[in-house]
């Protein structure tokens, strides 16, 4: 007999005030084509939107992205409320321009990372190198 693979539930989305519609699409695109089951929450998404929609689908991981340089504010907090709602061991990812001006990549995604995300991603960052640190992340990456 021969083990199914399960499919991981991603929940994505754009937090804060910010409206990358596009970027949102794109990345909605490459998750799903990737075999992913990709729940978009869409532009503008609360943290309370990221967790109810990742409590409500049992999802694997959160994904999230942002655009207009307050990602660091808008997130701040996030592992906390999923703690909270009994999900604080879910996969936090997040990518963007993340903060206002030209800061060292390095110390913002230290940020991030100490903020309880699992993986920081700077501005640029194609999506296939997201889809292989997830599907590494959760053992489902095929070694050469």
């Known amino acids: ?8 539930t991603l929940v994505l989305g ?15 695109y490459a998750f799903t084509e990737a ?11 609360s943290q309370e939107e990221f967790i109810n929609a990742a409590v409500e689908t049992n999802a694997d ?8 340089g307050h990602g660091e504010i808008d997130c701040r907090g996030l592992r906390e409320k999923a ?8 996969k936090m990812y997040v990518g963007g321009n993340l903060v206002v001006g030209k800061q060292d990549w390095d110390d913002v995604k230290q ?3 100490k903020m309880g995300f699992d993986r ?23 070694k050469c």
């Open 120 to 142: 920081a991603y700077p501005p640029g960052t194609m999506p296939q190198e997201a889809i292989d640190d997830i599907l590494e992340d959760f053992g489902l990456k095929q």
């Open 35 to 45: 075999g992913f089951k990709v729940v978009n929450i869409g532009v503008m998404a």
């Open 83 to 90: 703690i909270e709602a009994g999900i604080g061991d879910i």
């Open 1 to 8: 007999m021969v083990e199914e693979k399960k499919q991981l």
């Open 111 to 113: 940020r991030f990372l």
């Open 61 to 68: 991981a959160i994904l999230v992205s942002s655009l207009y």
């Open 14 to 28: 754009v937090i804060g005030a910010d409206v990358h519609a596009v970027g949102n699409r794109i990345l909605e």
